[in-house]
């Protein structure tokens, strides 16, 4: 398992604990964040970029496979709303490698991991390309006016999602 931190940020050589803001996790307990690579194309936008990630779960109906992807060879999409994309071609992001043996599975869902002690990292990567990143990672990349019908969507269907940085997201138009 190979497990990452990305950043904007070029030059992270310590990743200390920070406590977390989340109420759901005790704020006394710093942490240090990881992401599995399976779920890391959800993160391999620029960091505040609203987005609407899913992937195909176990509990994944084929109808639901259908329904959101574009080709039975995807299995992982990434929306994000059309005034990003210029921020999405022009961002460069930085992989930053752990070893995961100090780390502990937060969410299998989400692929988080969490270590409780300073962690260095083993290797970093440069990407410049976020775009062509995604596609060699084989996702589906999808580009809208706004997130809120696909997050409705995605959340009452039976696939593996998250939702990141709404709050960054177009308002939501009533119709």
Not at 17 to 33: A, Y
């Amino acid at each position: 398992m190979r497990i990452f931190h990305v950043s904007e940020e070029a030059d992270i050589a310590v990743f200390e604990p920070r406590r977390p803001t989340r109420t759901d996790l005790d704020q006394n307990v710093g942490l240090v964040w990881a992401i599995d690579e399976a779920r890391l194309p959800n993160y391999l936008t620029p960091r505040d970029c609203p987005r609407v990630t899913y992937h195909v779960g176990s509990g994944t109906t084929m109808a639901d496979r259908r329904r959101f992807f574009s080709c039975s060879t995807v299995h992982h999409a990434l929306v994000i709303e059309r005034k990003w994309l210029k921020r999405l071609r022009e961002t460069v992001l930085y992989m930053y490698e752990f070893d995961p043996a100090p780390f502990t599975l937060q969410d299998e869902v989400a692929g988080y991991y969490v270590a409780t002690t300073t962690q260095r990292p083993q290797a970093k990567y440069r990407i410049d390309d976020l775009l062509d990143e995604l596609v060699r990672r084989n996702v589906e990349i999808r580009i809208t006016d706004t997130l809120w019908d696909i997050a409705e969507a995605v959340q009452s269907s039976t696939l593996n999602w998250s939702l990141c940085r709404m709050s960054f997201a177009q308002p939501r138009e009533d119709l």
